[in-house]
């Protein structure tokens, strides 16, 4: 499940389970609330994770990539100062200093994200269903103090706010996809030098396949199986074979 940001079931389905909020019954993807509401997803079983969604009030006019806060220091209550079509994520402990991101259409599109080169992404199972920018690993050129990250099985890279809750560096352990620090992404602990036994994954660097910066046993590694346009070159710090 996720912690505070982004979650390593995206992915896992493309359905919106419809929750009940306010005794109103909504879907992320249609924004389909009564006038002045906004649909948008929440904690209602779980304190610490996206599980639910529900109509909310409209508060605010931010849209995707603008600064945004909770309406209290709860970042799972689903109330926020973002327009309709999009929540506040990446809020700090006072649940404050976020940034608003789209939520997916029906279709998976994201005409609002980077020109409509977003990615959708449908995580914790389908509930919330969003956006996010697309990036390159070797640059790192994400907005803000965001970093740059990839599924191996696809689609190309996005950008997310990191949340290095064991440190972040190369060789720490990690838990999901957002654990690691700019440049650096969480890969099974099995392919990797030195990861504790036990450990679900650790941190490794993004490298050049023309320019190898691995250490020790590690080898700079075809990030895809099979080549991406435009991502033929990187690669990933791991053990050969």
Request: aromatic letters at 8%; proline letters at 9%.
């Amino acid at each position: 499940s996720p912690t505070t940001t982004y979650p390593t079931t995206a992915g896992s389905t493309t359905d919106d389970t419809t929750t009940s909020g306010m005794d109103v019954e909504c879907m992320a993807r249609l924004q389909d609330c009564p006038e002045g509401l906004k649909c948008t997803a929440y904690a209602k079983v779980l304190q610490d994770t996206w599980d639910a969604n529900k109509c909310v009030p409209e508060a605010g006019d931010g849209v995707a990539g603008d600064p945004c806060e909770m309406a209290d220091a709860d970042m799972f209550s689903g109330i926020d100062n973002c327009a309709k079509g999009y929540i506040c994520l990446n809020t700090d402990d006072q649940g404050k200093n976020g940034f608003c991101v789209e939520f997916c259409q029906a279709d998976d599109s994201c005409p609002n994200t980077t020109g409509g080169t977003g990615i959708c992404f449908p995580a914790n199972d389908g509930l919330l269903p969003i956006c996010l920018a697309t990036c390159d690993p070797l640059v790192q050129d994400c907005p803000g103090t965001q970093a740059c990250y990839g599924d191996s099985e696809g689609p190309p890279f996005f950008c997310f706010q990191p949340d290095p809750q064991d440190g972040g560096q190369d060789g720490t352990t990690c838990e999901f996809t957002n654990a690691c620090l700019p440049g650096l992404q969480c890969q099974d602990g099995a392919t990797l030098e030195g990861c504790p036994p036990g450990s679900i994954g650790c941190c490794t660097p993004f490298c050049p396949l023309d320019g190898d910066v691995c250490t020790g046993a590690e080898e700079c590694v075809a990030f895809f199986m099979e080549p991406v346009p435009g991502f033929e070159n990187v690669g990933i710090c791991v053990l050969p074979g």
